[in-house]
């Protein structure tokens, strides 16, 4: 088999074993990376929202927020997982896909 | 590692995209140069690779979570500069679609890494493997090493941008704006858990890679010409 299949099948490896991301730090309990908090979580930790933190930190609504589907934050973990693999196979096609269109743009052609 | 909106004030967003502008354009001609039609599917899995590792988030009971980059892998294999175009293509997909790094903070995240990551990777493991044959274990050990610097750096890089920002920006009653935390805490935080724990994730996923081309595809690991 040909290296760039074999990893190509690694990738798909990667992909099915991605909840993992998810359920380790559930099992854990570990919570949101450090200066990656919610406005609530901030609240808690320090007391006050920062002005600043509260007018941009919603600036951009992402359509599928956190690797999950929307409305989706209080189904149970293997819903959760369920969406952590879709938001994994639309990440890597789209990442797929601009690299390619770029490859076009900036490879050389032999 | 993926500094979201809100963070980092205005001032710091834009100083960060005006850093990244010259290196993205930079990356685009020296790729443009280099790049070879046939490894463009390498640099589709290379970025594709760097997305998923991503969302592997490794916990620190009770604590918080962090995760690879998997960019130094990339930069060893393509070369740094295409690694910084693979890993800003991730960045931004996980940004825009995911939420995850504020669209603001692009700059930033990318000169975190997209930049120091694969450059310090790449430039370290040229630098220990240097004149190692392919199926050396000092090419490993170079692997893991380059690995984990280059983590650890990108991580003391987002201390430091989160720890500036009380000193930048504060109300009149001294009361932050945006990240609340000085260089002391964030410095610490984002320095300690990366030196603890996720500086040996990349480690450990970039060595073993390295391993394995060895023995499968060798020819992967040789030297590209400065790509």
Redesign the interface.
């Known amino acids: 088999m040909k ?2 299949t ?3 099948i690694g ?1 798909g490896v ?2 099915v ?2 909840p ?3 359920l ?2 559930e ?10 908090w919610g406005a609530e979580e ?1 609240k808690e ?2 007391g ?1 929202v ?18 999950a589907f929307k409305g989706w934050e209080q189904k149970g973990m293997g819903q959760l997982s369920f969406a ?1 693999i879709i ?2 196979i ?3 096609c ?3 896909l ?3 269109l ?9 | 590692m993926h500094i979201p909106d809100g963070y980092l004030g205005p001032a710091t967003c834009g100083a960060f995209y005006a850093v990244m502008l010259p290196i993205w354009t930079a990356a685009s001609k020296i790729v443009k140069k280099t790049l070879k039609a046939k490894q463009v599917p390498m640099l589709a899995i290379g970025a594709a690779f760097s997305f998923v590792i991503m969302m592997f988030n490794v916990p620190i009971p009770g604590g918080s979570t962090g995760h690879a980059v998997g960019g130094v892998l990339v930069a060893i294999l393509l070369g740094p500069w295409a690694a910084c175009i693979a890993i800003t293509v991730a960045l931004v997909v996980q940004a825009l679609l995911f939420g995850d790094g504020g669209i603001t903070a692009i700059g930033a995240n990318c000169f975190n890494m997209a930049f120091v990551l694969p450059f310090v990777g790449y430039y370290l493991y040229k630098a220990i493997s240097f004149n190692a044959p392919i199926d050396s274990n000092r090419r490993v050990i170079a692997a893991g090493v380059a690995g984990y610097v280059a983590l650890n750096m990108a991580a003391l890089f987002t201390g430091i941008e989160f720890g500036l920002q009380p000193l930048l920006h504060h109300t009149a009653t001294g009361q932050a704006l945006y990240c609340p935390y000085g260089l002391n805490v964030a410095v610490a935080a984002m320095a300690g858990e990366h030196l603890l724990i996720f500086g040996w994730v990349e480690a450990i996923v970039t060595a073993l890679v390295v391993k394995y081309l060895q023995k499968h595809s060798p020819e992967l690991l040789e030297e590209k010409g400065g790509l």
């Open positions: 290296i760039i074999k990893l190509w990738l990667l992909i074993l991605s993992l991301g998810l380790l730090p099992r854990f309990k570990a919570g949101a990376a450090w200066g990656e901030i930790l320090i006050y920062p002005k600043g933190l509260e007018k941009f930190s919603s600036i951009w609504s992402a359509p599928i927020p956190d690797y952590y938001s994994a639309v990440g890597i789209l990442v797929i601009i690299v390619l770029l490859g076009r743009l900036l490879s050389r052609r032999k």
